[in-house]
């Protein structure tokens, strides 16, 4: 483990219990099936980033009250769902090390189960009565699922740019950890200046956060990522470093690369040289670059704030996405 | 067509084409792809029927104001959503006589989309701003899913009982109806008996039309029904008239229908054996007559409004739900 991960988790072991806590008591399905389904990817090692992101900017508007643990359940339910679907949608099959929800109960129960998570994180919005938190939320769903569409659509085409890549991930990744920024500061009563720092401080986490992941898929061991290595690209889902590489690269090492796209079953050897040629043609090097000026602009949105506890752990969880795996 | 499916239509004719135009002005993608998959079936000949309550509800209330419209399309959208997700969970092929939208798209886009009226839905409501039917709203969707799933699980199971089936049916399609209701005289501030009364209409109501809409699939033609008849029976879905039947065979027919579920590629003669049996055991007319006494107890729940066209309309789609296809 990283020093920062150590240094991380000791800050914030008291929110992080509350956060685990708040996900058992707050699922209350009504059988038993949905509770296992559920807990199945809820309680399988997820590092809470969307629910502490919400309470800590919550409290670095001064929150003094009790609802935000109960309502940071929401991002984290609502993550949870996303990934129950998009499973189904990528026809994954291992996620954190496990073997996806759907290869276990079947795509029919994790379809509704992904439903019931949805739902409840409504209701539970809708019980602590934030009524701009409530709109906050049901907008992110509406983006989530639009930039998993978009995605879908754009898989195995080569003209896929990088202006579309970053509409996508940010429909998919970015508005939830930025809306539970912004949930934070709302429920704070925070001053709009202060709402917008946090809004835009999750915003650009979400980028350099889903940049991080996308490499990963390049630069990892499956035994770390605990899932397939190149399982992107298996699915044809082109992501920056291969975006990037793909527009720089020469005609015949192009040609290279879009031939071992296309074969869904490509060889280890064959996805060892074309993660040469994304090296090659700076693909790897571009994504890193952005992803650091991505945390760097978290980073400086946040400035407004003095100095606290709470604003040191907002800024060492953004260095953190950077160390994170790679 | 019915004389009394002709008057229902002349006398909601306003109030339909109103729906049509929210619908078409609400869904609101940001993708032509989505529009194309939710409308292929958003627009497909749907009824309206939960829309056209929701308004009615606030209208018998004293409703004045103009967010009703917008409003009572999240009830269509919720419905087209859940009938989206059921039908890859159910693998079904047709659907108002035209092929479902995952024969068209494929599962992963049509998850989404489903996901993506979901989320619509909530956030039409907390665009009101209507906090008591946000909550409402929210609910209904937990209830929805989990009903579906708790069908899903006692697919084939020989002893689901006439109680379980009640519980199923509330929650995949009697809550939808109620919240509709409920969410009518909310809106207009209505004295709590009058919402409850409403509530009580739509929960009955909700029973009389699953029950009416169980019966069809022994009872109808394909040509008429709109989609494959015995289908649910194929899928080992047991519902009123065959658990009834069963409960009252002998030992030789029950097995004999046992058999032949259990076998899902009967054959058309054998599903003609089978439906006599329904007849004979009295699980056709037990369902006719349980579907009648629903219908009785949801026009007796609105018994306390006064007189009106509005109150006509209520009653009169009661009894439609009787006649509609059998």
């Given at each position: 483990?990283?020093?920062?991960k150590?240094?991380?988790l000791?800050?914030?072991?008291?929110d992080?219990e509350?956060?685990?806590?708040?996900?058992?008591l707050?699922?209350?399905?009504?059988?038993d099936?949905?509770?296992?389904?559920?807990?199945?990817?809820?309680?399988?090692?997820?590092?809470?980033?969307?629910?502490l992101?919400?309470?800590?900017s919550?409290r670095?508007?001064?929150y003094?009250?009790?609802?935000?643990?109960?309502?940071?359940?929401?991002?984290?339910?609502?993550?949870t769902a996303?990934?129950?679907?998009?499973?189904?949608v990528?026809?994954?099959?291992?996620?954190?090390?496990?073997p996806?929800a759907?290869?276990?109960?079947?795509?029919?129960t994790?379809?509704?189960?992904?439903?019931?998570?949805?739902?409840?994180s409504?209701?539970?919005?809708?019980?602590?009565?934030?009524?701009n938190?409530?709109?906050?939320?049901?907008?992110?769903t509406?983006?989530m699922?639009?930039?998993?569409?978009?995605?879908?659509?754009?898989k195995?085409?080569?003209?896929?740019?990088?202006?579309?890549?970053?509409?996508?991930?940010?429909?998919?990744?970015?508005v939830?950890?930025?809306?539970?920024?912004?949930?934070?500061?709302?429920i704070?009563?925070?001053?709009?200046?202060k709402?917008?720092?946090?809004?835009e401080?999750g915003l650009?986490?979400?980028?350099?956060?889903q940049?991080?992941d996308?490499?990963?898929d390049?630069?990892?061991d499956t035994?770390?990522l605990?899932?397939?290595?190149?399982?992107?690209?298996?699915?044809?889902?082109?992501t920056?470093?291969v975006?990037f590489?793909?527009?720089?690269?020469?005609?015949?090492?192009?040609s290279?690369?879009e031939?071992?796209?296309?074969?869904k079953?490509?060889?280890?050897?064959?996805?060892k040289a074309?993660?040469e040629?994304?090296?090659?043609?700076?693909?790897?090097?571009?994504?890193?670059?952005?992803?650091?000026?991505?945390?760097?602009?978290?980073?400086e949105a946040?400035y407004l704030f003095?100095?606290?506890e709470?604003k040191?752990?907002?800024?060492?969880v953004?260095?953190?996405?950077?160390?994170?795996?790679f």
């Open positions: 483990m990283t020093d920062l150590h240094k991380i000791a800050m914030a072991k008291d992080l509350a956060i685990e806590e708040a996900l058992l707050n699922l209350k399905p009504h059988l099936l949905v509770a296992q389904v559920a807990g199945h990817l809820l309680f399988s090692g997820g590092k809470r980033l969307r629910p992101l919400m309470i800590l919550a670095i508007c001064g003094k009250m009790h609802d935000d643990k109960k309502l940071s359940t929401v991002f984290e339910y609502l993550h996303s990934l129950l679907h998009d499973d189904i990528d026809g994954a099959s291992i996620r954190r090390g496990r996806v759907h290869s276990i109960w079947g795509n029919p994790v379809v509704l189960v992904g439903d019931f998570l949805l739902a409840r409504l209701s539970i919005a809708a019980e602590t009565g934030f009524i938190a409530i709109k906050i939320i049901a907008k992110i509406e983006n699922s639009q930039g998993e569409i978009q995605q879908l659509m754009k195995g085409d080569f003209d896929f740019s990088e202006k579309e890549y970053m509409e996508v991930i940010r429909r998919k990744t970015s939830l950890i930025q809306g539970a920024c912004s949930v934070g500061a709302l704070a009563n925070a001053p709009k200046k709402e917008t720092a946090l809004s401080y650009n986490l979400g980028y350099a956060f940049m991080a996308d490499l990963l390049y630069t990892s035994d770390v605990g899932k397939e290595v190149g399982a992107d690209l298996k699915e044809g889902k082109l920056l470093p975006i590489a793909l527009n720089n690269a020469d005609s015949k090492d192009r290279f690369m031939k071992v796209i296309k074969n079953d490509f060889s280890v050897h064959n996805f074309l993660v040629l994304l090296v090659k043609y700076g693909g790897i090097q571009y994504t890193k670059k952005m992803a650091v000026k991505y945390v760097d602009r978290a980073k946040i003095k100095n606290s709470t040191e752990l907002l800024l060492d953004a260095d953190y996405v950077l160390v994170r795996r």
